[in-house]
T-cell receptor, first 115, second 116 residues
């Protein structure tokens, strides 16, 4: 695609529910990243995929959060038993290859609101 | 632990005036440094990056930044601000994989307003 696409753009859910956030990276980009941006804060790293595997998941806050990328393209961030503190904008980015000198391109994010 | 500090939460400048946004970092090794811009409803866009070499780096939209190791700073500058530059600016340091853009640590951002 032309850019990183994230769906939905907005999601409102009730506390305790399960949500899935989708990221469609730029075609051909092998690296994919998820970040979370809370109000008034900079983005916070969650997880990085190289191909189908999670190369670094050190940013996932707890076991309610997990992400998959089964075919090395689209990724889904899954949040179980949502809490009000999970409300934030979830950003996805992709890059052509292993991070380093290649630029990461960000999507516009999914705004998650837990009520 | 690595960290990034952007001391100014909000800055207002007049159109045509010069701009400097401050960024200080804490990192044990040679840092990989980035500036991103985020406009309302838009994703983050990379303005420029520093990996090594010349400490003055040029970016898009007329921005530049200077790496000063002695001051642990990477300030962003623009000689003449345009109204379209109004946005939020984030400084970031690469924290993994030898400076990957995957595992970035961001500052809290500086919101720039431009007066006509």
């Amino acid at each position: 695609g032309a850019g990183v696409s994230q769906t939905p753009s907005n999601k409102v859910t009730e506390k305790g529910k399960y949500v899935e956030l989708r990221c469609d990276p730029i075609s051909g980009h092998t690296a994919l990243y998820w970040y979370r941006q809370s109000l008034g804060q900079g983005p916070e790293f969650l997880i990085y995929f190289q191909g189908t595997g999670a190369a670094d998941d050190s940013g996932l806050p707890n076991d309610r959060f997990f992400a998959v990328r089964p075919e090395g393209s689209v990724s889904t961030l899954k949040i179980q038993r949502t809490e009000r503190g999970d409300s934030a904008v979830y950003l996805c980015a992709s890059s052509l290859s292993r991070p380093g000198t290649t630029e990461a391109f960000f999507g516009q994010g999914t705004r998650l609101t837990v009520v | 632990a690595q960290s990034v500090t952007q001391p100014d939460i909000h800055i207002t400048v007049s159109e045509g005036a010069s701009l400097e946004l401050r960024c200080n970092y804490s990192y044990g090794a040679t840092p990989y440094l980035f500036w991103y811009v985020q406009s309302p409803g838009q994703g983050l866009q990379l303005l420029l990056k520093y990996f090594s070499g010349d400490t003055l780096v040029q970016g898009i939209k007329g921005f530049e930044a200077e790496f000063k190791r002695s001051q642990s700073s990477f300030n962003l500058r623009k000689p003449s601000v345009h109204w379209s530059d109004a946005a939020e600016y984030f400084c970031a340091v690469g924290a993994g994989y030898g400076g990957s853009q995957g595992n970035l640590i961001f500052g809290k951002g500086t919101k720039l307003s431009v007066k006509p």
